[in-house]
């Protein structure tokens, strides 16, 4: 019996291995490491997409504030209650909404959303990379 | 290599720049503009205010930014013939000359200034002259928040 097997065996074809075998397990391996390194990356950005969210959430009260604290809604509510007027001053008009625009107000809440879009891109790109990985090696 | 692409992005690239340096000498230039008059406007203020408020040789107080010289938002402080004192959002006192055609509205009424009353707040847009007055185009009472809920029912139509 045990011959027998021997046999068998003896007269089974080797696996020989692919020529790139070698190469595609290196690939394979660096790929992993790039995906460990995004899957952290994926948790970081999380959270800095968390925190500038609240911090664009903060910075967009604080315009409404500042927009209400300056004049320039109650300004700008002129347009619709008293637009004739408004037309024939339009330079006065114009010079008063430049005047009170709370720019500062403005500016870093507008920062603030580019630097919560630029989060949210790279995070796109993460999850993407993962994804599409994960399709590659099922 | 696709000439055509690379034409086209680089021409685009090239349209961005120049867009975005004309945005940006276009803001400048009306920052510049609204700079120059604010500070016109601050200038002639400090000059006049001791005249202004009370005959003094007194120097108007400095917030570290001009004034807004061709709107105010604020609160009546004195009626005074065609002259309102009011006190703005920054409660610094402001004098409004109410010469000649000026609009005073409140809600959909045109109202005359004596109508209005020490407390009142109001909105003004006009423009600046050289006492550090803003002479007035337009004065809109605005409503505080009882007024707003309950605005004058308009008869009319009926």
Redesign the interface.
């Known amino acids: 019996m045990e011959n027998e097997y021997k046999k068998l065996f003896n007269n089974l074809n080797e696996a020989i291995p692919s020529n790139d075998l070698f190469e595609k397990i290196v690939i394979r391996i660096g790929k992993e490491e790039k995906l460990q390194i995004v899957k952290k990356r994926i948790i970081l950005f999380s959270l800095f997409l968390v925190a500038s969210s609240l911090g664009l959430i903060y910075s967009f009260l604080a315009v409404q504030d500042a927009l209400v ?3 320039f809604a ?2 700008f509510s ?1 347009i619709f ?2 637009f004739g ?2 037309a ?2 339009w330079q ?2 114009a ?6 625009l709370p720019v500062f107000a403005l500016v870093v809440s507008l920062s603030m959303l580019s630097l919560v879009l630029g989060i949210f891109n790279f995070l796109l790109k993460d999850i993407r990379f993962v994804n599409s990985n994960k399709l590659i090696y099922k | 290599m696709d000439l055509k692409k690379i034409g086209t992005s680089k021409m685009l690239v090239v349209f961005l720049i120049i867009g975005e340096i004309i945005l940006l000498l276009v803001t400048f230039e ?1 920052g510049a503009i ?1 700079g120059f ?2 500070a016109d406007f601050s200038c002639n203020m400090d000059k006049n205010y001791g005249r202004n408020f009370g005959g003094m040789d007194f120097n108007f107080p400095d917030k570290g930014r001009f004034e ?6 604020g609160q009546i402080m004195k009626i005074d013939g065609e002259t309102i004192i009011m006190k ?2 920054d409660s610094t006192e402001k004098v409004i000359l109410v010469k000649g055609d000026v ?1 005073i ?1 409140k809600f959909k009424d045109d109202i005359k200034l004596s109508d209005l009353k020490v407390d009142d707040k109001i ?1 003004v ?3 600046p002259n050289e006492k550090g007055e803003i002479e007035a ?2 004065i ?1 009472w ?1 409503p505080n928040q009882m007024d707003a809920q309950n605005p004058p029912v308009d008869n009319s139509n009926k």
């Open positions: 604290s300056s004049g109650q300004f002129l209650s008293d007027i408004v024939a001053y006065n008009f010079f008063t909404l430049l005047e009170s | 009306i609204v008059k604010g807004g010289a061709h709107g105010i938002l703005d959002v609009a509205k909105v847009i006009g423009n185009k337009l809109r605005m």
